[in-house]
């Protein structure tokens, strides 16, 4: 992204005018896989599902309401990774915890951070760049620091234990997996 900002810079307003932006390359390939959840078990089957095609490096930003499972979806995550679900939880003030395990898990929720500036200023870059796994809560907040081939979950609460929950993966095999092993949350699945 700063790349793009730097190479707009650069151009006279002319060449603007008479070049049109050329399109995002940096935006990578993604696959999205819709899932409907039924209950909180629904949502730790998916959130399961997809913590075993993790691997290091990867980062998940998850979207949506209050209450509408991303802290649970984590714990699932977790549970794949062999961390126990009760070490993941929300509490008022942490935004970081680090959890060690075979494959280190940090889950970050920013809903108290102003935004991307203040995130950068407590080092998110470097957190998101870290040698585990990466999970954020209200990732939207941070949008610009997230790297273009993180995984997006998007939740939607459609009912009182209903949730849409769109989840977008680099278009890699190992989502494919994913993708197959998770199809009876799927639509027509
Ligand atoms: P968030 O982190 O998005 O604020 P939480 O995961 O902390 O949300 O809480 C989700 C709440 O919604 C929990 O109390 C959970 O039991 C409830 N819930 C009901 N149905 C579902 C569902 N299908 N998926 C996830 N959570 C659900
Ligand atoms: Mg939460």
Redesign the pocket.
């Known amino acids: 992204m700063q790349v793009h900002r730097t190479a707009s810079h650069e151009r006279s307003p002319l060449s603007e005018a008479a070049q049109p932006d050329p399109p995002v390359t940096l935006m990578c390939d993604k696959k999205h896989i819709p899932f409907i959840?039924?209950?909180?078990e629904?949502?730790l089957a998916i959130a399961r599902e997809l913590g075993g095609a993790l691997r290091p490096g990867d980062v998940v930003g998850l979207t949506?309401d209050?209450?509408?499972?991303?802290?649970?979806f984590c714990k699932g995550v977790g549970e794949a990774l062999g961390i126990p679900p009760d070490r993941i939880v929300?509490p008022t003030f942490t935004i970081v915890t680090e959890h060690a395990g075979p494959v280190p898990l940090t889950h970050i929720d920013v809903y108290r951070l102003s935004g991307a500036r203040e995130a950068d200023e407590i080092g998110m870059r470097e957190l998101l760049s870290g040698d585990g796994v990466c999970l954020v809560?209200w990732a939207e907040k941070i949008a610009e620091l997230l790297p273009t081939d993180c995984i997006q979950v998007k939740?939607i609460i459609s009912g009182?234990?209903?949730?849409e929950i769109a989840v977008a993966t680099p278009d890699l095999p190992r989502f494919d997996d994913f993708r197959a092993r998770s199809i009876r949350f799927q639509p027509g699945g």
């Open positions: 959840s039924n209950s909180p629904d949502t949506g209050l209450g509408a499972g991303k802290t649970l929300s809560e939740f009182d234990d209903r949730r």
